[in-house]
């Protein structure tokens, strides 16, 4: 049986998620339908090219794989080296998150709001867990969607995500505990163009 080309397991994929997307369910109804198609895919060990594969000397790197014309959603894989860590956050959309290669630490909150003079938003912790290959987590708004990432292990890790929009451009917050204040950022990615195309995008 002939394997199919990257190109072609993305569009596969895309196809898949756009059959979720299209039954119009709750953000965890569409977790939970995309998730089986993003465990298998998950799989590819191409996903992430060799020259995407190495961790920057100063921070975690984000480079966007696969992402639709319409910005449906987006694929990204973020590469962490040893010590390197995420700011908490949110990301006011659906998404997944895979272990790709290596392990990493995640620990996630739930925000509550205080009636004091200040009006600031403070975080509690859930739980922190360290998932490693194959394994899959899950981020939603309101109560699902905001947690801190970090690789304190040896070894570098690689994680593949996606979104329900395009991660690279949309806006969310970073949430300092110490001083239970928020700002708004937008992490592009370091790549403007994805990694593969669509089919759409090759044919023109």
Do not use: C
Request: charge should be negative.
């Amino acid at each position: 049986m002939t394997q199919l080309t990257v190109q072609d397991t993305f569009a596969q994929f895309e196809q898949q998620v756009r059959d979720v997307l299209a039954q119009q369910g709750t953000l965890r109804e569409t977790i939970d339908g995309v998730r089986p198609y993003f465990q298998e895919l998950l799989k590819d060990e191409r996903l992430v090219p060799a020259e995407y594969r190495q961790p920057l000397p100063d921070k975690y790197a984000q480079y966007l794989l696969y992402r639709p014309e319409d910005d449906a959603f987006s694929i990204v894989a973020f590469v962490w080296g040893a010590g390197q860590t995420a700011p908490i956050h949110d990301h006011l959309t659906w998404g997944l998150v895979g272990i790709y290669e290596g392990q990493i630490e995640e620990t996630r909150y739930r925000r509550l709001k205080q009636a004091d003079a200040s009006g600031n938003d403070f975080l509690e912790e859930v739980n922190k867990v360290q998932p490693s290959k194959g394994e899959i987590s899950f981020v939603y708004p309101p109560d699902h969607d905001i947690h801190g990432v970090s690789n304190p292990f040896a070894a570098p890790a690689i994680t593949v995500h996606i979104y329900g929009t395009d991660i690279g451009k949309q806006e969310r917050f970073l949430y300092d505990p110490e001083s239970s204040s928020t700002r708004q950022i937008v992490t592009k990615h370091r790549n403007e163009q994805p990694l593969y195309a669509t089919r759409e995008e090759q044919a023109e």
